[in-house]
């Protein structure tokens, strides 16, 4: 058991670091290990296994076992879903073992882990756990004397690769719907973020989910995210990521065995606030929409457009209030941590000094914080021009842009300016302009305003290269399985 340092908040005991293959925690075929860090740092954590493609397969080979052979699939749909709220509440009594854990591996703030990611991973397990026993296909009258009607089956082997942005809660999106519906799962878990995967695996088994059913492995992309991709045993591909490598595991998927692909990838959502707006509102979900998770966020209001009658004051309070954020050690109250890693910090940085270089003007923030880890200052860049790297590109960070727009159908225009189509938000008095801007902006979530609100019931994904398919509620859930019609015959019916 390895022990990773919270300095004066004392230690956590790291329980499982081995891949977790047919309900046992086991090594790595190689007995490969890798390095997670501490963000707070840039010190190793812990080592960790590392899966490959010899791992993939044994891993696969279980999940497919456990589908063909195993109880879990010819379970009702009440007792599956029985064990998926038993884990649930597991997870519940695990709570803050979980939330040290997502915070020391990802710098993310405790509190945002207590109040959020772990509340929102229970959350979603219990959302699909009482669709278990819900879902139903449909009778169809047809022509002539036949009797029709749809069947919802599962694929099969899932094959689902997660982000370290939001471990947990992603995590759970996508096992506890494929499970949901009786399918089993072979998880990879991003490099950076590998701990508490492997825990909530350990309370699955704990549940009651039989073993081949979940098989959760630490890896990189490009061995065992690519294996997962490609391997001709797994029926479909869940992934939450880049564009770029949603590129890469959609055409694997292609050229393998042509499985269905669920893609939830970048954004650089639009927040449009309107001269009628109440602008201390409008800071106020500009700051959260940028800085929340550290900008670490898919559907970061990462362009915030700002008409031209309060552009000016809006600029005074938002850097006001970007300058008194508080940034340190995520154990220790601060508002925002470090980034997840050195590639993260690196990428971050070259984006401000791109967009200084382009002629933003810096208002706020821009520099590293201190002297270890991975801190950056809030920042706020003004006049940015759509053309700007920080307007075009994701940043994934906390990196605010402001844009000025003069007219409505000026900003439309802009706002859908862009490659992708994940989120947006608008903030204003005029319901009238609400509804115009959310029904004109190409994207998958319209925040009016409110902005990052979510559950687990309602439909999650985006347009354009943000992605393809829905994940959370009952149509992310039917994603995981396939429609069969089925014809009979009718003899002597007395009706039709």
């Known amino acids: 058991m390895a022990i990773g340092q919270l300095g004066g908040e004392g230690n956590v005991h790291i329980k499982y670091t081995k891949l977790f293959i047919d309900g046992e925690f086991v090594d790595a075929v190689s007995g490969k290990t890798f390095e997670t860090i501490d963000p707070r740092t840039g010190e190793v954590i812990v080592q960790v296994a590392e899966a490959d493609k010899e791992d993939v397969d044994i891993a696969v080979k279980a999940a497919k076992k456990a589908f063909e052979e195993g109880p879990w699939p010819r379970m009702s749909g009440t007792e599956r879903g029985r064990i998926l709220f038993k884990w649930a509440d597991i997870i519940e009594k695990h709570a803050e073992e979980l939330a040290v854990l997502e915070t020391l591996d990802n710098g993310k703030p405790l509190n945002l882990s207590r109040a959020v990611d772990v509340p929102v991973t229970v959350r979603t397990l219990r959302s699909a756990a009482g669709w278990a026993d819900k879902i139903q296909g449909s009778t169809i009258k047809v022509d002539g004397p036949y009797h029709a009607y749809t069947l919802y089956e599962p694929f099969g082997v899932i094959g689902a690769i997660i982000p370290w942005n939001f471990p947990m809660?992603?995590?759970?999106?996508?096992?506890?719907?494929?499970?949901?519906?009786?399918?089993?799962?072979?998880?990879?878990?991003?490099?950076?973020?590998?701990?508490?995967?492997l825990y909530l695996a350990a309370l699955a088994k704990e549940a009651g989910v039989p073993p081949g059913v979940l098989n959760v492995l630490s890896g990189f992309g490009p061995t065992a995210g690519a294996a997962i991709s490609s391997h001709m045993d797994i029926g479909k591909v869940t992934f939450t990521g880049s564009t770029e490598v949603g590129r890469l595991i959609m055409e694997a998927s292609a050229k393998s065995n042509l499985k269905p692909v669920t893609l939830e990838l970048g954004g650089k959502s639009p927040l449009i606030i309107f001269n009628d707006a109440d602008l201390d509102l409008a800071v106020e979900l500009a700051q959260h929409a940028i800085f929340f998770n550290q900008g670490q966020c898919c559907i970061a209001g990462s362009r915030t457009f700002v008409q031209e009658g309060v552009y000016e004051e809006f600029l005074k309070r938002a850097i006001e209030k970007a300058k008194k954020r508080v940034v340190g050690d995520p154990f220790k109250g601060a508002e925002q941590g470090p980034q997840v890693d050195q590639i993260q910090f690196e990428k971050i940085?070259?984006?401000?000094?791109?967009?200084?270089?382009?002629?933003?003007?810096?208002?706020?923030?821009?520099?590293?914080?201190?002297?270890?880890g991975y801190y950056i200052e809030p920042t706020v860049f003004a006049d940015v021009q759509d053309s700007m790297k920080i307007a075009q590109e994701e940043i994934f960070g906390p990196v605010m842009s402001v844009l000025k727009f003069r007219s409505l159908e000026e900003v439309i225009q802009r706002a859908n300016d862009t490659a992708y189509g994940l989120a947006a938000g608008i903030v204003t008095k005029d319901m009238d302009i609400?509804?115009?801007?959310?029904?004109?902006?190409?994207?998958?979530?319209?925040?009016?305003?409110?902005?990052?609100?979510?559950?687990?019931?309602?439909?999650?994904?985006?347009?354009?290269?943000?992605?393809?398919?829905?994940?959370?509620?009952?149509?992310?859930?039917?994603?995981?399985?396939?429609?069969?019609?089925?014809?009979?015959?009718?003899?002597?019916?007395?009706?039709?």
Not at 177 to 186: D, E, R, W
Not at 354 to 372: F, H, P
Request: aromatic residues 8%.
């Open 169 to 197: 809660m992603i995590y759970m999106g996508k096992a506890a719907a494929a499970l949901a519906c009786g399918n089993s799962v072979v998880l990879k878990s991003a490099e950076q973020t590998p701990l508490t995967a």
């Open 434 to 496: 609400a509804n115009r801007v959310s029904r004109s902006i190409r994207a998958g979530t319209v925040w009016i305003n409110c902005y990052l609100v979510g559950g687990a019931e309602i439909p999650f994904g985006g347009y354009k290269m943000s992605g393809i398919g829905r994940e959370k509620g009952l149509i992310g859930l039917l994603n995981y399985m396939q429609v069969k019609s089925v014809f009979t015959p009718l003899k002597d019916s007395p009706w039709l």
């Open 349 to 372: 940085m070259s984006y401000i000094h791109s967009g200084i270089e382009e002629g933003a003007k810096l208002l706020a923030g821009g520099n590293r914080v201190g002297d270890k």
